[in-house]
T-cell receptor
Framework: KAGVTQTPRYLIKTRGQQVTLSCSPISGHRSVSWYQQTPGQGLQFLFEYFSETQRNKGNFPGRFSGRQFSNSRSEMNVSTLELGDSALYLC????????????FGPGTRLTVT | AQRVTQPEKLLSVFKGAPVELKCNYSYSGSPELFWYVQYSRQRLQLLLRHISRESIKGFTADLNKGETSFHLKKPFAQEEDSAMYYCAPPLTGGSYIPTFGRGTSLIVHP
């Protein structure tokens, strides 16, 4: 099976812009989660989608949003970028979420200048 | 609410020494915990989960409900074990936010 893929792998944006990140889960997986990884904070949960519905959301401002399509692919959007949004954004898929193992993508490195 | 904490940011040992990476949890309900590992320039991947009770790459982790711990142990560390290790709860939805531990960087010196 092909692993979780994320595009783009690297992105440089300026403050105030918006960005959309994409994640393709493992075939057959219906749960997709997004995380922000930074050296100081570790992995911070952003949200989880399951069958096109947001099932859970972390403590991030409304500038962070996401969606999932019928083929389970997911996108994450960050509007009005701030310098502090610079991070590695990880996507993970699992069969059904819940207590299943998560499979992580390589991440998208976002740099905000 | 469910939360895991990893008290050590960095653990430095010599090859052949025993290793214990600590993870404590606060949990309501029946716990299900995971250890994920991230080697340099590789993606995060599952190392082991408590429900499987397996030994992976020589690592084991036992759930201790009395101490609310899920420490990761290996009797003899190898240089290739150097990596970032994360203790993690499951995704369970609702008002619970799955919070990974902040990670422990393990460095094994030759």
């Amino acid at each position: 099976k092909a692993g979780v893929t994320q595009t783009p792998r690297y992105l440089i944006k300026t403050r105030g812009q918006q960005v959309t990140l994409s994640c393709s889960p493992i075939s057959g997986h219906r749960s997709v989660s997004w995380y922000q990884q930074t050296p100081g904070q570790g992995l911070q949960f952003l949200f989880e989608y399951f069958s096109e519905t947001q099932r859970n959301k972390g403590n991030f401002p409304g500038r962070f949003s996401g969606r999932q399509f019928s083929n389970s692919r997911s996108e994450m959007n960050v509007s009005t970028l701030e310098l502090g949004d610079s991070a590695l954004y990880l996507c993970a898929s699992s069969s059904l979420g819940g207590r299943d193992e998560q499979y992580f993508g390589p991440g998208t490195r976002l740099t905000v200048t | 609410a469910q939360r895991v904490t990893q008290p050590e940011k960095l653990l430095s040992v010599f090859k052949g020494a025993p290793v214990e990476l600590k993870c404590n949890y606060s949990y309501s309900g029946s716990p299900e915990l995971f250890w994920y590992v991230q080697y340099s320039r590789q993606r995060l991947q599952l190392l082991l989960r408590h429900i499987s009770r397996e030994s992976i790459k020589g690592f084991t982790a036992d759930l201790n409900k009395g101490e609310t711990s899920f420490h990761l142990k290996k009797p003899f560390a190898q240089e290739e074990d150097s990596a970032m290790y994360y203790c993690a709860p499951p995704l369970t939805g609702g008002s619970y936010i799955p919070t990974f531990g902040r990670g422990t960087s393990l460095i094994v010196h030759p």
